[in-house]
């Protein structure tokens, strides 16, 4: 079930650092393997002026070690925040918990979901990855939210696909206009009377 815009909300207030508030969009919005892929970025993987940013995956290294990924408008501001606070010289977008950030941000994460009450779902950073697998596939080619996400589209089928509410609620026609109001049970016409 994809999140709603409320819960969005709640998770967004309850992220008081801006490291984890970015920590969370990129991971969301982003597609990245946490924390393999998170913890490889750095400042020079970023190009601001034409919006992309370089992945680098360890878990790829072999067959496709680099892909490049929209900066999208979902996590750019967070970045941005980020590059204007780091300090001069600094190498790692994600500096801070290097040697135990699987530990360390799965525990925030929990913490930020919880102070949002929303209950944590499992295996928290795939799922994040799944979801924005299934926006983007509304949004792009099967073939470009692959290379995107660094894998094939039968790997992101059997791991990533997922259907949700809106999926459901647009085939009914609500989200298409073709019905005026939500969705409701039909009425029983009226018994007859036997007389």
């Known amino acids: 079930m994809k999140p709603t815009?409320?819960?969005?909300?709640?998770?967004?207030?309850?992220?008081?650092?801006?490291?984890l508030f970015a920590l969370i969009a990129i991971a969301r919005f982003g597609c990245l393997r946490m924390p393999s892929e998170l913890l490889q970025l750095q400042w020079n993987h970023i190009d601001w002026e034409n919006g992309r940013l370089t992945i680098h995956s360890p878990k790829t290294e072999t067959t496709k070690p680099v892909r490049v990924i929209p900066l999208f408008p979902e996590f750019r501001p967070a970045l941005e925040v980020l590059f204007a606070d780091a300090p001069a010289g600094s190498q790692y977008?994600?500096?801070?918990?290097?040697?135990?950030?699987?530990?360390?941000?799965?525990?925030?994460?929990?913490r930020i979901l919880t102070a949002a009450g929303i209950e944590p779902w499992p295996k928290l950073w795939m799922n994040l990855r799944a979801s924005c697998r299934t926006d983007q596939l509304e949004r792009f080619p099967d073939h470009v939210?692959?290379?995107?996400?660094?894998?094939?589209?039968?790997?992101g089928a059997k791991h990533c696909d997922r259907v949700h509410d809106g999926h459901y609620t647009e085939a009914c026609g609500v989200a298409c206009g073709v019905a005026d109001s939500p969705l409701t049970a039909p009425s029983r016409p009226p018994e007859e009377s036997k007389h």
């Not at 815009?5 to 490291?19: D, F, G, I």
């Not at 977008?93 to 929990?110: C, G, I, N, P």
């Not at 939210?145 to 790997?155: A, D």
């Open 5 to 19: 815009l409320a819960q969005k909300q709640r998770v967004s207030s309850c992220c008081t650092l801006p490291l």
């Open 93 to 110: 977008v994600f500096d801070r918990y290097r040697s135990t950030a699987a530990k360390v941000y799965r525990a925030a994460m929990l």
């Open 145 to 155: 939210v692959n290379y995107w996400l660094g894998h094939t589209g039968t790997v």
